[in-house]
């Protein structure tokens, strides 16, 4: 009797197949779940846990005098005050993400940019999160409005020039979160591209 020959890996990774699924844990902000699943080569991965959370928007917003909107927040997971990108959760009554991005400008820095251009969407945390985060790049900021914080904000907002922000997300001088340092990527990117945004190349 002959015995089949090994299976070899493929080429390209598949889905895993979820055998099981369930809830272990749920507040508004995160549902955790345990699942038993199975790779495409067979292997069962038991437990293994996924985290749901809201999906969120960020903006690079930029004034006028080529400044670049940033805020001091600090984030108690890691215990530590990050240079971070305007922006926030998704809202259930935000009727699209343009305005939550806008709303969340508007509440935590007190600007509003003139233009925005929608940047491409980035799976932050993709082995164990389902969240996705949608970066913008706004336009011509200009500060109309008071702070509006929730009660477990307290944030400093700071202007500086937008090659000096590029700066501080790429050389490791400031603590920043490694999304909003992509995001910065893919604005210098699309800043460089864009025939429209031309005026802001030699800032970046």
Not at 53 to 64: D, E, G, Q
Not at 79 to 101: C, F, K, N, S
Not at 128 to 143: C, D, E, H, T
Request: one cysteine or more.
């Amino acid at each position: 009797m002959s015995s089949s020959p090994p299976r070899k890996p493929s080429s390209k990774p598949g889905a895993w197949k979820v055998h099981s699924d369930e809830v272990v844990f749920e507040t508004p902000y995160i549902r955790a779940r345990q699942q038993r699943c199975e790779t495409m080569r067979g292997a069962i991965v038991d437990p293994y846990h996924v985290f749901d959370m809201p999906n969120w928007a960020a903006m690079l917003a930029i004034t006028p005098d080529h400044e670049a909107v940033l805020i001091h927040n600090y984030r108690h997971g890691s215990q530590r005050v990050m240079l971070e990108l305007p922006g926030g959760m998704i809202d259930d009554d935000d009727p699209d993400i343009a305005h939550a991005v806008a709303r969340e400008l508007r509440e935590e820095t007190g600007y509003r940019a003139d233009r925005v251009f929608a940047l491409p969407p980035i799976h932050p945390y993709p082995g164990r999160f389902r969240q996705m985060a949608y970066p913008y790049l706004g336009i011509g900021a200009v500060k109309e409005y008071e702070q509006a914080l929730e009660e477990d904000e307290d944030l400093e907002v700071i202007t500086v020039p937008l090659a000096e922000a590029f700066r501080l997300f790429a050389d490791g001088s400031a603590d920043v979160a490694a999304v909003h340092a992509g995001i910065m990527l893919s604005a210098r990117h699309l800043i460089t591209s864009t025939p429209e945004l031309s005026h802001l190349r030699d800032h970046v």
